[in-house]
């Protein structure tokens, strides 16, 4: 006969298993969006304005919902803005499209291990969110690595509710926000790796074996 002890430790170790495996995937409730929620655009979602995006949110509130797409790498170079923001002349960094609303604005995410300005926005870790022009100057003159810094034109925006019937009717996924997907290095391949691990994730679900008492 089995000793007691060993099925209880693997109903811990398989909890524990669990809970670190449930702290790392996806989610589909509306009760997990928040400030620093990833969204990754279901298959099923069709409007051509988020086909294929993962966007971070940097505001969640009662004034309304505003997210930076983090994978819609362009070939513009952040020189291009060297009319507005001087210390981008010579920068050949790509800008990223933000977002379908308000193109002419310009954001920056940057990683930074102390807060870079006074207005600088924390989003979530060393992440801040950069909105003001002196900030991006600022942030920008100092020459730092566009694995760390991103510049964003436009910002993707809801209302609450509306988000949350997006989530409700299967358009997204949301993940938790880490460094590691807002600056990745390929983002053109960032959606398609993420949605691989929505579908890992389901297909795990499904195929779990369904454990009863003898």
């Known amino acids: 006969m089995m000793p007691r002890i060993l099925p209880r430790l693997w109903l811990v170790t398989a909890l524990a298993l669990f809970l670190a495996q449930r702290a790392h995937s996806q989610s589909k ?14 298959r099923e ?24 797409i983090v994978n819609r790498r362009t070939d513009v170079p952040l ?30 995410l940057v990683q930074s291990s102390a807060k870079p300005e006074t207005d600088a926005k924390p989003v979530f870790g060393a992440v801040y969110l950069l909105a003001r022009k002196n900030l991006l100057e ?11 810094l991103h510049v964003y034109l436009g910002y993707a925006g809801w209302t609450g509710p509306q ?17 590691s997907t807002v600056f990745d290095s390929d ?15 389901l297909a795990r679900t499904y195929a779990a074996p369904n454990w009863r008492k003898p």
């Open 79 to 108: 020189s291009r803005l060297s009319d507005e923001l001087k210390a981008a002349r010579g920068r050949d960094d790509s800008l990223y499209l933000g977002g379908p609303v308000e193109i002419s604005t310009v954001f920056a």
């Open 163 to 179: 988000l949350r019937r997006e989530v409700a009717s299967g358009s997204w996924y949301i993940f938790h926000a880490d460094t």
């Open 45 to 68: 979602l069709a409007d051509p304005n988020f086909v294929k995006t993962v966007i971070l949110l940097v505001q969640y509130d009662e004034k309304g919902v505003v997210g930076l």
């Open 187 to 201: 983002p053109d391949s960032l959606w398609s790796r993420l949605i691989k691990k929505t579908e890992q994730t």
């Open 29 to 42: 409730s509306t009760r997990d969006l928040g400030p620093a929620s990833v969204l990754v655009a279901s």
């Open 138 to 148: 600022h942030a920008i003159s100092r020459q730092p690595d566009p694995g760390v």
